[in-house]
C-alpha cells in the first residue's frame, strides 16, 4: 500500500490500482500483444479466474515504486525497442495518475507472437 499524507487525511493507493494502470499503459503500447503469466502455475491460476492486471508485479514503498511487467511481443518487431517504450510509457502513466516516482519498470520478454497475416 502507498500511503500519502495530507492536511485532510490520508491517500491510500492499492498496488492493485497501480497495476491496472501499468497494465493498460503496456497494452497501448506499439508491439505488445498482450501479458501473460510471470510461470506456469500463476498460467493456471489466470486460466481460471480473469483478472485484468496479470502479467504485472508491483512494489511499493512510501518513496518508490517497482514494477515487473511479463509482456508477449508481435513477432518481427525490436525486442529492445519494444521494451524500451513499453517501460517509458508506463513509467510516465504511473508517474502522472499517482503521483509517485516509479524506480523501475522492468519488462520480461516472455515470448513472441504471430499475428495473422489474413
Do not use: F, W
Not at 56 to 70: A, P, T, W
Not at 77 to 97: D, I, L
Amino acid at each position: 500500500m502507498t500511503d500519502t499524507p495530507t492536511q485532510l487525511g490520508r491517500i491510500t493507493i492499492s498496488p492493485r490500482a497501480i497495476s491496472t494502470i501499468a497494465s493498460r499503459a503496456a497494452l497501448q503500447s506499439y508491439g505488445v500483444v498482450g501479458l501473460t503469466a510471470k510461470n506456469l502455475v500463476d498460467g493456471i491460476a489466470q486460466a481460471l479466474v480473469r483478472d485484468p492486471a496479470h502479467g504485472v508485479e508491483v512494489q511499493s514503498s512510501d518513496e518508490y515504486i517497482l514494477i515487473d511487467l511479463y509482456v508477449v511481443i508481435e513477432y518481427g518487431t525490436r525486442v529492445a525497442s519494444v521494451a524500451t517504450s513499453v517501460a517509458n510509457s508506463v513509467s510516465y502513466q504511473v508517474e502522472r495518475m499517482i503521483g509517485m516516482p516509479v524506480a523501475a519498470v522492468n519488462v520480461h520478454v516472455q515470448a513472441p507472437r504471430v499475428s495473422d497475416t489474413d
